[in-house]
């Protein structure tokens, strides 16, 4: 018996290896999520929006390499797709967004409900297209999958109402050859990542970039995430160079250790998240060795000296910053060819310096994040200025989330300032994992990433970073994390506060102006949702909270009062940064000085 385009669809994501469709139930999608009821293996997750169903399918991709999947039904159900996929885009997440549409003799007729999802979705999709005969079927589901994992990106198949449940004149399996094979796929023996060939640059090429790096007296190494599969030549290049490193915020995955020699070499991150030592490192380096990264922030990249860049795509080589020598390639296999081809550094002078700088840096973060800080005098001093009623600040928070998670915990950040916490006092040692809206830089995305992390995971502890703006605007989905009892712990950074915003406006001289949040108790609202909610406000109560937090089964949600006047101060501040933000006190303290 021939099967229906429906059936067709499902049978091959389970044959994929997909274990998840996150989304939320309509007519349109009716004959497709029937088919998921009864197939074994492959399950429905019903969310409040499909933004959070767009945000867990793609955490869900970015954490397994797995094609991640939702669904939005006709009209509005897909329309609020678009953020979460935007998010996956920017990721480079292979993900599958399966759309309703009105019934195929109604398109074209400004039916109700009627959006025309090819063009809706035409900057963020490699790959959009309507399904108008049953015929075309499974053709057009294996274009759209072999787009998205091929692209790293999101593909769009849109199903009018009336086709779903139709059958095929002429059946057969879809068939994704040259997918890679693995143990944790299904019978069929395949998942949904395509084997690749792995390249490197010529020899002329490595030759050129060795010469550089010979002859600089002082190299800084500047690693993102096209390194992480290549740690231990990376490792091997920053000894034989006696280069610091710089890790890009996606390259704390990999890179970064708590115990002595995991990473001795490392001085954490650049920009505005970054640290003093990190932007001393990359301003005395004589040659910049670029690996796997793209780091968008030109404004932070050092003047003046030699740039080797290495990246798998080409595209990617001299985009931020001018480069001397660019090499194509894969990040790992590019170091092992050029590796033989450097000299031994003479001395360890710039690195013994960088490090010098991280470890007096580190000290003073430790000194701040004790919850005991604003007791001692130094601490009385700040706190005078900046804490004045004694909140527990962000600082003591992130590093008590840091002693107390699981060495394979899986993270999520909201943007924002809890992302800078975290960048600073959450070390990525053991197995742990991160994700986040680290391209697109949405709010709200930490909650719904961990609800799909944590159905990827279920057996491994998932935290999710939440700023109380984020939380609050997907709030819905704590539902979700509730319903299907998903262990997350949800931590949130409540300053009543759009942090960032107001750290913007303060650096450009400005008072802040619409940043203030009338938040609710949401401890309060999670135990009313079925969650364990668990509020804290005093610093001496932080640890036990924290503790607390990670040892209650089920899902909990820590919400702790943090100071809203707390300041990240960025690894090079200005003059004119520090100008702005004394106006901006000025201006919001003096009277009438909202007026001018």
Same mark, same amino acid.
């Given at each position: 018996?021939?099967?229906?385009?429906?059936?067709?669809?499902?049978?091959?994501?389970?044959?994929?290896?997909?274990?998840?469709?996150?989304?939320?139930?309509?007519?349109?999608?009716?004959?497709?999520?029937?088919?998921?009821?009864? &197939?074994?293996?492959?399950?429905?997750?019903?969310?409040?929006?499909?933004?959070?169903?767009?945000?867990?399918?793609?955490?869900?991709?970015? =954490?397994?390499?797995?094609?991640?999947?939702?669904?939005?039904? @006709?009209?509005?159900?897909?329309?609020?797709?678009?953020?979460?996929?935007?998010?996956?885009?920017?990721?480079?997440?292979?993900?599958?967004?399966?759309?309703?549409?009105?019934?195929?003799?109604?398109?074209? $007729?400004?039916?109700?409900?009627?959006? +025309?999802?090819?063009?809706?979705?035409?900057?963020?999709?490699?790959?959009?297209?309507?399904?108008?005969?049953?015929?075309?079927?499974?053709?057009?589901?294996? $274009?759209?999958?072999?787009?998205?994992?091929?692209?790293?990106?999101?593909?769009?198949?849109?199903?009018?109402?009336?086709?779903? +449940?139709?059958?095929? $004149?002429?059946?057969?399996?879809?068939?994704?050859?040259?997918?890679?094979?693995?143990?944790?796929?299904?019978?069929?023996?395949?998942?949904?990542? =395509?084997?690749?060939?792995?390249?490197?640059?010529?020899?002329?090429?490595?030759?050129?970039?060795?010469?550089?790096?010979? /002859?600089?007296?002082?190299?800084? *190494?500047?690693?993102?995430?096209?390194?992480?599969?290549?740690?231990?030549?990376?490792?091997?290049?920053?000894?034989?160079?006696?280069?610091?490193?710089?890790?890009?915020?996606?390259?704390?995955?990999?890179?970064?250790?708590?115990?002595?020699?995991?990473?001795?070499?490392?001085?954490?991150?650049?920009?505005?998240?970054?640290?003093?030592?990190?932007?001393?490192?990359?301003?005395?380096?004589?040659?910049?060795?670029?690996?796997?990264?793209?780091?968008?922030?030109?404004?932070?990249?050092?003047?003046?000296?030699? @740039?080797?860049?290495?990246?798998?795509?080409? #595209?990617?080589?001299?985009?931020?910053?001018?480069?001397?020598?660019?090499?194509?390639?894969?990040?790992?296999? &590019?170091?092992?060819?050029?590796?033989?081809?450097?000299?031994?550094?003479?001395?360890?002078?710039?690195?013994?310096? /960088?490090?010098?700088?991280?470890?007096?840096?580190?000290?003073?973060?430790?000194? *701040?994040?004790?919850?005991?800080?604003?007791?001692?005098?130094?601490?009385?001093?700040? %706190?005078?200025?900046?804490?004045?009623?004694?909140?527990?600040?962000?600082?003591?928070?992130? /590093?008590?989330?840091?002693?107390?998670?699981?060495?394979?915990?899986?993270?999520?950040?909201?943007?924002?300032?809890?992302?800078?916490?975290?960048?600073?006092?959450?070390?990525?040692?053991?197995?742990?994992?991160?994700?986040?809206?680290?391209?697109?830089?949405?709010?709200?995305?930490?909650?719904?990433?961990?609800?799909?992390?944590?159905?990827?995971?279920?057996?491994?502890?998932?935290?999710?970073?939440?700023?109380?703006?984020?939380?609050?605007?997907?709030?819905?989905?704590?539902?979700?994390? $509730?319903?299907?009892?998903?262990?997350?712990?949800?931590?949130?950074?409540?300053?009543?506060?759009?942090?960032?915003?107001?750290?913007?406006?303060?650096?450009?001289?400005?008072?802040?102006?619409?940043?203030?949040?009338?938040?609710?108790?949401?401890?309060?609202?999670?135990?009313?949702?079925?969650?364990?909610?668990?509020?804290? %406000?005093?610093?001496?109560?932080?640890?036990?909270?924290?503790?607390?937090?990670?040892?209650?089964?089920?899902?909990?949600?820590?919400?702790?009062?943090?100071?809203? #006047?707390?300041?990240?101060?960025?690894?090079?501040?200005?003059?004119?940064?520090?100008?702005?933000?004394?106006?901006?006190?000025?201006?919001?303290?003096?009277?009438?000085?909202?007026?001018?």
């Amino acid at each position: 018996m021939a099967r229906t385009v429906a059936h067709v669809i499902v049978d091959a994501l389970e044959n994929l290896g997909v274990q998840h469709v996150f989304g939320v139930v309509g007519d349109a999608l009716n004959p497709l999520t029937d088919a998921i009821r009864t &197939t074994d293996g492959l399950d429905w997750v019903g969310c409040r929006h499909e933004e959070a169903a767009a945000f867990a399918a793609g955490a869900q991709s970015q =954490l397994s390499g797995v094609l991640g999947v939702c669904m939005g039904t @006709v009209g509005p159900g897909s329309v609020h797709l678009l953020n979460g996929l935007y998010d996956a885009a920017k990721s480079r997440a292979p993900v599958l967004a399966i759309c309703g549409q009105v019934p195929l003799a109604e398109i074209g $007729s400004d039916y109700f409900q009627e959006v +025309d999802n090819d063009l809706l979705f035409r900057d963020v999709a490699v790959y959009r297209a309507t399904v108008t005969s049953p015929d075309q079927m499974p053709r057009m589901l294996e $274009s759209a999958v072999r787009a998205a994992v091929g692209h790293g990106g999101v593909a769009v198949l849109t199903v009018p109402a009336d086709l779903g +449940d139709q059958e095929l $004149s002429d059946d057969r399996p879809a068939r994704f050859a040259g997918f890679a094979r693995s143990a944790g796929a299904r019978s069929a023996g395949t998942r949904s990542a =395509l084997d690749r060939a792995v390249t490197r640059p010529d020899d002329p090429a490595l030759a050129e970039a060795a010469e550089l790096l010979n /002859a600089a007296s002082r190299v800084t *190494l500047l690693v993102g995430r096209g390194a992480r599969e290549a740690r231990t030549e990376v490792l091997r290049t920053a000894e034989q160079l006696a280069a610091p490193m710089v890790l890009t915020l996606k390259a704390k995955e990999g890179f970064e250790g708590r115990l002595e020699g995991d990473n001795p070499f490392q001085v954490g991150q650049t920009g505005l998240i970054g640290n003093p030592a990190a932007s001393h490192a990359l301003d005395r380096g004589d040659v910049l060795l670029m690996l796997g990264t793209d780091f968008p922030y030109r404004d932070w990249y050092p003047k003046g000296c030699k @740039v080797v860049q290495v990246d798998a795509r080409e #595209e990617h080589l001299g985009r931020r910053v001018p480069v001397d020598v660019g090499l194509t390639g894969d990040v790992g296999a &590019t170091l092992r060819a050029l590796l033989p081809l450097l000299e031994k550094a003479p001395d360890q002078a710039h690195l013994v310096d /960088a490090l010098d700088r991280f470890a007096h840096w580190q000290e003073g973060q430790r000194r *701040l994040a004790d919850p005991a800080h604003d007791r001692r005098l130094t601490g009385r001093m700040r %706190s005078a200025l900046d804490n004045r009623d004694g909140a527990i600040r962000p600082e003591a928070l992130a /590093a008590a989330v840091d002693t107390y998670a699981a060495e394979d915990a899986v993270f999520t950040s909201d943007t924002g300032m809890a992302t800078v916490w975290l960048s600073r006092f959450v070390t990525m040692s053991g197995d742990r994992r991160l994700i986040g809206s680290y391209n697109l830089g949405s709010m709200a995305n930490a909650m719904p990433q961990a609800l799909g992390a944590q159905l990827w995971a279920p057996d491994r502890q998932i935290v999710a970073l939440c700023g109380d703006g984020g939380l609050s605007m997907l709030l819905g989905d704590l539902i979700t994390i $509730s319903s299907y009892q998903l262990p997350v712990k949800i931590v949130v950074f409540d300053n009543h506060r759009l942090g960032m915003v107001k750290l913007e406006q303060e650096q450009a001289g400005l008072p802040e102006f619409g940043t203030e949040l009338d938040n609710p108790d949401f401890a309060a609202v999670a135990t009313a949702l079925g969650l364990t909610g668990i509020r804290v %406000s005093d610093p001496a109560d932080l640890h036990d909270s924290v503790r607390r937090a990670f040892e209650t089964p089920g899902p909990v949600l820590l919400d702790v009062l943090t100071n809203p #006047e707390e300041v990240a101060v960025p690894g090079k501040p200005t003059a004119r940064q520090a100008w702005g933000f004394a106006l901006a006190k000025a201006r919001e303290i003096l009277p009438g000085s909202r007026e001018g």
